[in-house]
């Protein structure tokens, strides 16, 4: 499997090959049909390029006559997706969260009960938090039993339900939440929600921290980029290794709240946009799409305190 994927990966290494893909996405085409929409090439290039495909098994070819129709092959992409794309999986937990885990809900109740504000308790059922340095998952410690209880922030109830349709709905839930008493459902801290949505608005008009392999890009900007604009993020997925530096320490809600809206403000102003690290190339407004969409994911873990 291990030479398969080798030759997958050497096959989306290049952008001309890639763009081949996309083109074959959208139906079979003869090599004159492909010849013709990459001017810059000879017709030996692309044929080269379209031999590298077959190779890779990306790429299936049949004869029709005097001409040659090639057809894209989704099985050795499928294996890609599933061995190296696997952190953002569970993006679709979200069809899970029906099932009901009695304990764990019992247990997630308790804690919330148990709450006074993000990072205290009162005299009910007493859990101790620890935070991972990997997102999407907390585990959480009754001192009535010394087992952890691991939790999923994909199996999270009572979560806000946000949409952000402009820069302005943002800022006015910022706005909100500022004047009233809150606590966390999920992982971090309410500062370290602020400050993680600080460092990824700051990827608009500053180059990132990390970046995703070229063929990863690829397959996430075909196969999940037009429905995570849309519809949204779900919670559940562990950060890759190499984006641990957007996993925040913790901070002062006040200070971190107030370094998200410095860089709303340098995103809504910027001109020119870096590629983005998991989708490469995107439009302004896909780029303020992701990112709101990014928003309402990790501000709903944080609701106001009932009563407060």
């Not at 080798?6 to 290494?13: G, I, P």
């Not at 604009?229 to 901070?251: C, E, H, N, V, Y």
Request: positive net charge; aromatic residues 8%; hydrophobic residues 40%.
């Amino acid at each position: 499997m291990d030479d398969q994927l080798d030759a997958v990966f050497k096959a989306l290494a290049d952008p001309t090959r890639r763009k081949l893909l996309d083109l074959l996405r959208e139906g079979p085409r003869t090599t004159t049909e492909l010849v013709e929409r990459f001017p810059e090439l000879s017709r030996f290039a692309v044929m080269k390029h379209l031999d590298v495909l077959r190779q890779a098994d990306c790429v299936s070819t049949r004869p029709d006559g005097r001409r040659r129709i090639h057809s894209i092959n989704v099985v050795p992409l499928r294996m890609m997706y599933e061995r190296w794309v696997s952190p953002f999986q569970e993006l679709w937990a979200h069809q899970l969260t029906d099932l009901k885990r009695s304990f764990v809900d019992d247990v997630l109740g308790a804690f919330q009960a148990g709450r006074r504000t993000s990072f205290g308790h009162d005299a009910r059922p007493r859990f101790s938090m620890v935070i991972p340095r990997q997102q999407g998952e907390t585990t959480m410690t009754a001192q009535t039993d010394s087992r952890p209880v691991p939790v999923k922030t994909s199996r999270v109830a009572g979560r806000r339900s946000l949409r952000f349709e402009t820069f302005d709905d943002l800022r006015a839930d910022l706005t909100a939440l500022e004047g009233i008493e809150t606590r966390t459902l999920g992982n971090w801290s309410e500062g370290q929600i602020y400050k993680h949505l600080a460092l990824a608005f700051d990827m608009m008009s500053k180059d990132a921290p990390f970046r995703m392999p070229a063929p990863v890009q690829w397959v996430m900007r075909t196969f999940m980029k037009k429905r995570m604009l849309s519809t949204g993020l779900s919670a559940g997925f562990q950060a890759p290794k190499r984006a641990q530096a957007m996993i925040p320490d913790p901070i002062e809600a006040d200070v971190a709240r107030e370094q998200l809206r410095a860089s709303i403000n340098d995103a809504e102003n910027a001109t020119e946009f870096p590629p983005h690290p998991v989708f490469g190339r995107l439009t302004r407004e896909e780029w303020i799409a992701f990112e709101l969409r990014h928003a309402e994911l990790h501000l709903s873990f944080l609701v106001p305190v009932e009563g407060a």
